[in-house]
């Protein structure tokens, strides 16, 4: 009797175990088999597209706003109390992380004034780059004028609203430097004018900011990104120290990650359209047939400009298809394919380039910056060639890309002017100006033969500065006769400052060395230039950054096409 409720159980037990294995394997079965094929669907590998860009979209080319608050010091009364409001609490918060003392007190001196500072960090950029800075002045403060002003360093984020809070990243720039206010260069009566305005190159970045590509849903698998790596990395690389190295690396099942070619500093856009006009598949023997048809898509204008850019991604391959279209007689199709051949580095590219900046507005852009990174001397003196040109700013944008290129700064002189800003004097037949920047560096630059001051008696200027023309005889320094027995006596008054005086040569050049040989800084000498117009003692053209337009629409004629049954008749212009 005491066995057969054990044995019952046993029973009970093995039955219900069985129903359970027998009831259950075919939801456990429907299960695997589900998984299964989603496990086969994921090993799968798709069809590789033609084109990289058929598979992938750019990522991280969009610029990165950074704010701040900061102060500007060394005002002359013109500052003012930060009254109380969110940018003083911050600013104060700010003071304090960095152990500032009487920070309070510090905010209401009439020398200092707080301001909202903002930045653009480009694509691409690298750690110890230079950006411009955008000086906003809040509303809550009593500052009226920032002229001469300093602004002392600040830490810069990137700023989003999440969740109806404000989140800040870390510092993603430090900035700092002299204000160049807007009412230096611009004479309306605003008076808002003088409390906004720029420091040129102020902001240093702090940390690399990387690009790449992201692969879509269709496209993404680990076999998918190692192809597409791959590919870039046959056309695009570099030798860090002795070893090679490409560009791009895949990270992620749908993400690629990609460095900056040297030869695309400063032309990440470019980059990023050639590497997504890559072909996938490796080189072989359709490569000549494509060839074939990108050059007859390289003479037809709706087609050429995304013709060059497959060509550009080919690489040396479509070097003779690129030199032919450059002899061709549309000038449209003749720029496509000398820019592209510009990035190849080839010389082939300097005159057609250098005639489609002479000739044609919207080409000048894009050719000037093709040119900035060719590796070819002549396109040394083909630069040099174009400070000829009526075009002020077909000179001026010729003579930044001189600048920045190594092989050519040094041609162009430049005198550094106690360290606030570079004065150029170049020669030039074309017609005289004067030009100040107003982006990047802080230069003056004297094109041509400028004439000389029409100065009869003195000149009123900026900040205490003020101009005027002695004799030979009531000079401090020998004159030479050829200055026409003048020289020019600079004196700056301010409150509370010793005054200041300096005798210089009695012409445009020497007026703005004065300037700086009394104090004066960059602000001081852009609003001398913009007074000087204004009241007629400047007699030359007066031009800030009359740098060529990027963006301009390039009018097409309806036979411009080497082939016009090809020519699209609802394609009349082409936005470059």
Not at 412 to 420: A, F, S, T, V, Y
Not at 458 to 473: D, E, N, Y
Request: proline share 6%; charged share 25%; hydrophobic share 40%.
């Amino acid at each position: 009797m005491s066995r057969a409720p054990t044995l019952f159980v046993c029973r009970a037990v093995l039955c219900f175990g069985v129903t359970l294995s027998v009831g259950c394997a075919s939801w456990l079965n429907r299960g695997n088999k589900d998984d299964s094929e989603h496990f086969q669907k994921l090993l799968k590998v798709p069809e590789p597209p033609e084109l990289i860009r058929e598979a992938a979209v750019p990522h991280g080319l969009q610029e990165i706003r950074v704010d701040g608050v900061a102060v500007v010091n060394q005002l002359p009364g013109t500052g003012g109390p930060a009254l109380p409001s969110t940018f003083r609490d911050r600013l104060l918060e700010e003071m304090k992380r960095n152990e500032v003392a009487e920070p309070n007190e510090f905010l209401e001196r009439d020398d200092n004034a707080l301001v909202q500072v903002r930045g653009l960090i480009p694509p691409g950029a690298r750690r110890g780059d230079s950006i411009d800075l955008q000086i906003l002045t809040p509303p809550k403060t009593e500052a009226t004028n920032l002229h001469g002003g300093w602004l002392l360093d600040t830490r810069l984020r990137h700023q989003q609203i999440l969740n109806n809070s404000i989140r800040s990243s870390d510092v993603l720039a430090i900035g700092t430097g002299p204000v160049l206010t807007r009412g230096d260069f611009d004479g309306t009566e605003d008076t808002t004018l003088h409390v906004s305005g720029r420091v040129l190159s102020g902001g240093l970045v702090q940390s690399d900011r990387k690009l790449g590509l992201v692969i879509r849903p269709k496209y993404q698998h680990v076999k998918i990104a190692k192809a597409i790596a791959d590919a870039i990395n046959n056309r695009f690389y570099f030798f860090d120290g002795t070893t090679r190295r490409g560009i791009a690396k895949a990270v992620e099942d749908d993400f690629v990650e990609i460095d900056v070619h040297p030869r695309y500093r400063q032309h990440e856009e470019r980059l990023m359209a050639v590497v997504r006009a890559i072909t996938v598949a490796p080189e072989s023997s359709s490569t000549q047939a494509k060839l074939v048809d990108l050059g007859e898509k390289l003479r037809v204008p709706s087609t050429a400009a995304d013709a060059a850019l497959q060509l550009e991604a080919i690489g040396e391959g479509a070097i003779p298809t690129l030199v032919e279209a450059t002899k061709l007689s549309n000038p449209e199709l003749r720029f496509y394919a000398a820019e592209t051949l510009a990035y190849l580095d080839r010389a082939e590219a300097i005159e057609p380039l250098v005639e489609g900046i002479r000739l044609e507005p919207a080409f000048r852009a894009p050719a000037l910056s093709a040119m900035l990174g060719l590796k070819q001397a002549k396109a040394v003196s083909a630069l040099q060639g174009l400070l000829d040109e009526s075009s002020l700013e077909t000179r001026y944008g010729a003579m930044t890309v001189l600048r920045d290129r190594k092989d050519a700064r040094d041609s162009l002189g430049g005198e550094n002017l106690k360290g606030q800003f570079r004065l150029y004097q170049i020669k030039s037949s074309g017609p005289p100006a004067v030009v100040a920047s107003l982006t990047r560096k802080p230069e003056i630059v004297l094109m041509g033969e400028v004439s000389p001051l029409n100065l009869q008696s003195f000149f009123i200027g900026p900040a205490g500065l003020v101009v005027r023309r002695v004799a030979a005889h009531d000079a401090e320094t020998p004159v030479n006769q050829t200055q026409g027995g003048t020289r020019l006596r600079i004196s700056r008054f301010r409150p509370g400052r010793p005054d200041a005086f300096a005798e210089v040569e009695a012409n445009l050049a020497g007026l703005i060395r004065g300037i700086t040989e009394v104090g004066g800084g960059y602000g001081d000498a852009v609003a001398t230039l913009r007074m000087a117009k204004e009241q007629g003692v400047l007699v030359d053209q007066l031009a800030f950054d009359p740098l060529p337009k990027s963006q301009r629409t390039y009018l097409r004629d309806h036979d411009s096409s080497e082939d016009d049954e090809e020519l699209e008749d609802d394609v009349d212009e082409k936005t470059l």
